[in-house]
């Protein structure tokens, strides 16, 4: 995320080609932002995959903290940045509620990958953050006149079930009530569920840059996303 911000918009936040996310902000007039990152621990995902999408959620986080840290030292204000972990293979589960601290996970993959209910899932941890949130800074935010939401999706794709059929409708609503989703492949380049799951979904017309779906094929390209 950029430290330089002059509007607050979704079209300010994007998956840049060197895979990382700029983000438009006005430290003087911040609102919270609370991300939660969707990991899919199918076990498609073991090895390499599940390495590099955990270590890309520690990057983030360890970002977050650290300009936290830079601009409360500066301006004697915090800036909230709150993140939080679904993960889902067969099913879902919360792994981590919503929280400013650097994110430490497992790298365990067992079970099949379905969409549906990691997606479900994050929907109501971000329409229910008070609950969902362990850190006080973000429970003191969770209720917040404005809030930025964002989904990070992490997936090498293929997943059990279908993008028309059983998670067109979710992403859909996800959307429309304001979040931003991004998706990160960590498998083939020619993914049309994640490409079809993002805010702006991919176009060959597009440049890279305006696109919120990207390839990881590395861990340089997974731990520097954001």
């Known amino acids: 995320f950029s430290q330089s911000i002059t509007q607050i918009d979704t079209d300010s936040y994007k ?3 060197n895979f990382s996310i700029k983000v438009s902000f006005d ?3 911040y609102v919270p932002i609370y991300t939660v990152m969707v990991l899919d621990r199918s076990s498609s ?4 995959p599940i390495s590099n999408a955990v270590s890309a959620i520690k990057n983030m986080t360890e970002q977050f903290a650290n300009i936290n840290k830079e601009y409360e030292n500066e301006t004697g204000n915090r800036p909230v940045y709150c993140t939080s972990v679904v993960q889902f293979g067969s099913s879902a589960s919360l792994e981590t509620k919503f929280t400013d ?7 365990s993959a067992p079970s099949g990958t379905y969409y549906a ?5 994050a929907e109501n941890v971000l329409n229910n953050k008070l609950e969902n949130s362990s850190s006080e800074l973000c429970k003191n935010y969770a209720n ?3 809030v930025l939401n964002f989904v990070i999706f992490l997936s090498d794709g293929s997943p059990g079930d279908s993008f028309d059929s059983n998670f067109k409708s979710i992403t859909e609503r996800i959307k429309q009530n304001g979040t931003t ?4 492949s960590y498998g083939s380049s020619n993914n049309n569920n994640l490409k079809c799951m993002a805010s702006r979904a991919y176009s060959e017309d597009e440049e890279k840059e305006e696109n919120d779906y990207i390839t990881c094929t590395s861990i340089s390209d997974s731990s520097n996303f954001i």
């Open 15 to 17: 998956v840049e080609s």
């Open 27 to 29: 430290i003087t007039s």
């Open 45 to 48: 995902m073991s090895g390499t």
């Open 101 to 107: 601290a650097i994110i430490s996970l497992g790298t």
């Open 117 to 121: 209910p990691g997606l479900t899932l």
């Open 144 to 146: 917040a006149p404005k």
């Open 181 to 184: 989703i991004f998706t990160i």
